[in-house]
């Protein structure tokens, strides 16, 4: 079974261009999250999916950051216009359906390290 | 809110020793528990969780934890390091009333020495 999957692994850009991470979550996998960890610090919470629909936002830095999950697959995350703070790596994670709150483990990406200079 | 707290940015063992890393939280209700572990150029690794019944919890690749009420805490152990567990190990933990939402620790590097 494929993983979590993102693209690109890295992601060089200087202040003020705009940047899309994408992330392809297990098949049939309902629950999909977007985390970044920034300066070796906390991995941070910054939205949640349940299929198409945004289940949580609250993480969300700031209206410069918008994600979509169209049709429920695949999400991206586009950063514009990015700013220096916004470097560190961003993780997408995936979970089974969980109506039955039954806690299922997330399973996460590589990440994408975005540097912006 | 719900926090956790991993005190050592780094611990340091001889392969072979017993290894143990530290985790404590803080959430609103009953928490879920959870140990992740990131390898070099690699995604965080599901290594273990905590939801309900026994306060140990076995995981993969020889870890276990404990769960902890009275001291709120969730250490990841393990009897006999190895070389290759030498990685970045994260706690995290969930709420209860939290879909999935998962609160991070900053995580503890472990060394392992041959």
């Known amino acids: 079974e494929a993983g979590v999957t993102q693209f690109p692994s890295h992601s060089v850009i200087e202040k003020g261009q705009t940047v899309t991470l994408r992330c392809d979550p297990i098949s049939g996998h309902d629950n999909l999250y977007w985390y970044r960890r920034v300066m070796g610090k906390e991995i941070k919470f910054l939205l949640h999916?349940?299929?198409?629909?945004?289940?949580?936002e609250s993480g969300m830095p700031n209206n410069r950051f918008l994600a979509e999950r169209t049709g429920g697959t695949y999400s991206t995350l586009k950063v514009q216009p990015a700013e220096l703070e916004d470097s560190g790596v961003y993780f997408c994670?995936?979970?089974?359906?969980?109506?039955?709150?039954?806690?299922?483990?997330?399973?996460f990406g590589p990440g994408t390290r975005l540097t912006v200079l | 809110a719900q926090s956790v707290a991993q005190p050592e940015d780094q611990v340091n063992v001889a392969e072979g020793n017993p290894l143990t890393v530290k985790c404590t939280y803080s959430v609103s209700g009953n928490p879920y528990l959870f140990w992740y572990v990131q390898y070099p150029n690699r995604g965080l690794q599901f290594l273990l969780k905590?939801?309900?019944?026994?306060?140990l919890v076995k995981g993969s690749y020889g870890f276990e934890a404990e769960f902890n009420k009275s001291q709120t805490s969730f250490h990841l152990k393990k009897p006999s390091a190895l070389v290759s567990d030498s990685a970045l190990y994260f706690c995290a933990v969930r709420d209860m009333y939290s879909w999935g939402k998962l609160q991070f620790g900053a995580g503890t590097q472990v060394v392992v020495t041959p």
């Open positions: 905590y939801i309900t019944g026994d306060n």
């Open positions: 994670a995936s979970s089974q359906d969980q109506i039955k709150r039954d806690h299922n483990e997330q399973f």
């Open positions: 999916f349940v299929k198409e629909s945004k289940q949580d």
